[in-house]
């Protein structure tokens, strides 16, 4: 097994946490977002302690709420002692609706609209992180309008490619995040920034990607963002107090992906820092750290009601399931491997070659091709594994399909955290 919360019981049965995956399917209905509290918990301890170990004081992370954003999250993530960032009014507002400390929050966005700045002061947003000079004024006149003096950190590329798929690299010169060191255009940026009035810059983020394994490309990324802040110092008098390394922590799908010991990641990234700056002569700055998979991919499952099966003599086999793409469209985005069990006979031989596939009119409608699960019946409970995160967040509505619910299990007990859509909540946006 991928993971040590998932258990076989006498039933056969697939256990999450201890808990029958073929009851929740029973009870919640499918598909079913399952995410184990305790282990999103876990996950969030790793980052405290080795941050709280390594780094200086005010350093600490920040969960990516891109990556599953809904309100049940933010209590949690407000308890381990984390902040947060949110990339749209949207993502603010679930956090905010949660009672989640505005000033904990971190508003990203490459174009924020001028409602979402307004709205970003007036809850009193902790941060801005800034991506441009546009965006940069509006955000001055907001806060002056206000009299209050916004916080922000100034979003820079470090022209670094960390070797991991195009769609999800953002730390590229020639990218629409941010603002290149390379060209130029970083130094230029903080300078304006330096003299914009209502904001008080606190320092400097950039975001290398995604999925990442190793901590080299974070140690590079340290070194450009030093040598960036370095010259800011040099030319303009200014020193950060604040590195935002972004997120990007790889987790594994499949067994056979590399594992990421976090807490001895984080230790290397500090060490590096600590060199780096002890050269440079630069005071050590506060880091933040901006994990989303790291923290709730492996927390999740979802489970799905078989269909049935087709068989294409000569081909290959395929698992219908009651969901797919619009519940997690990342094989037809990336094309992601997954794990996947039968739920219904997790103790019996998983010999049954097979492409699980969605209930969209898509030939790209898959959820994992060439995996092998015992041979399922109609009716009996798909389980696949690490879709805590960037599934429940991109779901759709493709085909009128509904979204699913989402239930969240801690001591022996599942509650329900976000019910399933209803054809009446679709027709209801309708004239
Ligand atoms: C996507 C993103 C993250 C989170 O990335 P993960 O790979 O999920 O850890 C953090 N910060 C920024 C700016 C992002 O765009």
Redesign the pocket.
């Known amino acids: 097994m991928l993971y040590d919360n998932l258990s076989i019981n006498d039933a056969g049965h697939l256990c999450i946490a201890g808990i029958d995956a073929c009851e929740l399917a029973a009870e919640f209905g499918t598909p079913l977002y399952v995410l184990d509290e305790d282990r999103v918990r876990m996950n969030c301890r790793t980052y405290i302690e080795a941050m709280r170990a390594y780094l200086p004081e005010g350093s600490r992370p920040l969960y990516?709420g891109?990556?599953l954003c809904f309100k049940g999250i933010y209590p949690i993530i407000e308890q381990e002692g984390m902040g947060a960032?949110v990339?749209s009014g949207g993502e603010a507002a679930t956090a905010i609706a949660a009672g989640f400390p505005a000033d904990l929050l971190y508003f990203?966005g490459s174009n924020k609209t001028d409602a979402e700045i307004a709205y970003g002061v007036e809850q009193g947003i902790g941060c801005f992180v800034v991506d441009n000079l546009n965006e940069l004024e509006v955000l001055s006149r907001e806060a002056q309008a206000r009299a209050v003096i916004q916080r922000i950190l100034l979003r820079v590329t470090v022209g670094l490619d960390p070797h991991t798929l195009a769609a999800?690299n953002?730390g590229k010169v020639d990218s629409q995040?941010g603002v290149p060191i390379e060209t130029g255009q970083a130094l230029e940026f903080a300078r304006q920034a330096l003299a914009t009035p209502g904001v008080e810059v606190i320092g400097f983020h950039s975001?290398i990607g995604?999925?990442i394994f190793e901590p080299d490309s974070f140690c590079d990324q340290v070194d450009r963002l030093l040598a960036f802040a370095c010259s800011v110092r040099d030319e303009l008098g200014f020193v950060a107090q604040t590195f935002n390394l972004?997120?990007?922590?790889g987790v594994p799908y499949v067994d056979s992906d590399s594992r990421v010991d976090i807490a001895a990641n984080i230790a290397a990234i500090a060490e590096h820092l600590h060199a780096g700056c002890e050269r440079a002569g630069y005071p050590m700055p506060a880091v933040l750290m901006?994990?989303?998979?790291?923290i709730v991919a492996n927390a999740g499952v979802t489970l799905y009601a078989t269909g049935g099966t087709k068989t294409i003599e000569g081909y290959r086999s395929y698992v219908m399931v009651d969901g797919g793409m619009t519940d997690n469209p990342r094989y037809a985005l990336y094309n992601s491997a997954y794990t996947v069990l039968n739920a219904t006979r997790a103790a019996d031989v998983a010999d049954f070659a097979c492409t699980i596939a969605g209930r969209c009119c898509e030939s790209g409608d898959r959820i994992a091709e060439d995996v092998r699960v015992a041979r399922p019946e109609r009716g009996d409970i798909i389980a696949v594994l690490t879709t805590g995160?960037y599934n429940f967040a991109m779901s759709s509505n493709y085909n009128r399909v509904l979204r699913p619910a989402l239930v969240m299990l801690h001591d022996g007990k599942a509650r329900l955290a976000v019910r399933r859509q209803t054809i009446g909540d679709l027709l209801a946006l309708e004239a």
Do not use: M
């Open positions: 990516a891109k990556a960032d990339v990203h999800i953002t995040f975001h995604s999925q972004g997120g990007g922590f901006e994990p989303g998979r790291s995160a």
